[in-house]
């Protein structure tokens, strides 16, 4: 597949900072995918959205655009000149423009009317062509904004923590509905979030940021279940962190509190001292299973039953396991439990 982003190297280290806000980055975006920059404050998501919008310029390596060099040792292509379209977190409507104004503001394209037309119903906005922005919900004028970042054909589009001003139930809307508009205009999308929610929910790949350094990056599905490092484990969901050794077969890993199965054999050596992330979602009461302990407190909270379960280990201290189990699932605090643990949500990380 096409590639429509591309950053060989980037680094960026704003005046008077000692660390570089952006640490030799190098990502390729590929065209119509929707990519989420991840992770916290201070991580240097923002810098490198800023650096493909030409807000920023890198100090050095390259970033190319539709397979055009933007930014190089002797290249610098302006941010207007880039055919990126920016949706801002507060969305930045013009609020004395209605609608229509508002998504064809600096469109100089002649068939204008019919390209406002045409990203109006993309968004599903058609007929509020002559409503004041100040009339529209905060889902309708996050549409406004993206239709006007789509409505000049970009190569790429940016979004600037996207949901951030929408309540949750709006926000679960929204993710679906910016989704479904950047697929169906064939659009590169490229947004930045601190919300692990919203970018498992709309991404076809997570590149997971920390200290301006790519720590990981794959799909919604690989960077959940297989994150590579502490740092992935913990910040992308929660996780149960164990040590233990690799059994011969390399299927199994020993830990303190029993055998707990691994499919990343193919990366793993006899005997090896690992570092396991256990995801709560991939443990079930089964009557056979590899761990027993007894529910400490559970709580309901819908989509799942959140238990921790106190397991005593070989040096005979209790440690505690955070669980997902389904909903109709009966217990009380108190209660035995043995517990069965699936490969598919077992990862061997590093500090």
Not at 95 to 101: A, G, M, Q, W
Not at 159 to 179: C, G, I
Not at 181 to 209: C, F, P, R, W, Y
Not at 321 to 343: C, F, K, M, T, W
């Amino acid at each position: 597949m096409e590639t429509a982003i591309e950053l060989k190297g980037i680094t960026k280290t704003y005046s008077g900072e000692d660390q570089a806000a952006v640490c030799n980055v190098s990502l390729k975006v590929k065209r119509g995918s929707i990519v989420t920059l991840l992770g916290p404050s201070g991580c240097g998501k923002t810098t490198t959205l800023r650096l493909i919008a030409g807000f920023e310029r890198p100090e050095s390596g390259e970033l190319y655009v539709g397979g055009k060099l933007m930014a190089g040792d002797k290249t610098w292509v302006s941010a207007e000149k880039r055919k990126i379209g920016m949706v801002f977190q507060d969305y930045a409507l013009f609020p004395h423009l209605n609608v229509e104004e508002n998504i064809g503001f600096g469109y100089k394209g002649k068939d204008k009317k019919q390209r406002v037309k045409e990203v109006l119903e993309m968004v599903n906005l058609h007929g509020f062509e002559h409503k004041g922005v100040h009339h529209l919900s905060g889902g309708q004028q996050q549409r406004v904004a993206l239709a006007r970042a789509l409505a000049k054909r970009p190569e790429v589009i940016l979004l600037d923590e996207p949901f951030s001003n929408l309540d949750t139930n709006l926000k679960q809307t929204m993710r679906n509905e910016v989704k479904r508009i950047l697929k169906k205009a064939n659009a590169t999308g490229v947004l930045v979030s601190h919300d692990q929610k919203d970018a498992l929910a709309i991404s076809d790949e997570i590149i997971v940021m920390k200290d301006g350094i790519i720590q990981q990056k794959g799909s919604p599905k690989k960077i959940y279940q297989f994150p590579k490092n502490a740092f992935v484990a913990g910040f992308v969901g929660e996780s149960n962190m164990m040590k233990g050794t690799v059994l011969p077969g390399k299927r199994w890993i020993d830990t303190d509190i029993g055998k707990i199965p691994c499919n990343q054999y193919h990366i793993l050596s006899e005997g090896e001292k690992v570092l396991l992330s256990l995801r709560p979602n991939g443990f079930g009461i089964a009557a056979d299973g590899e761990i027993e302990g007894v529910v400490e407190s559970f709580s309901y909270v819908g989509e799942y039953l959140e238990v921790r379960v106190a397991v005593v280990n070989r040096l005979k201290e209790t440690i505690s396991l955070l669980v997902y189990l389904h909903p109709n699932e009966i217990i009380q605090q108190g209660d035995p439990l043995r517990l069965r643990v699936s490969a598919n949500f077992v990862s061997v990380v590093k500090n």
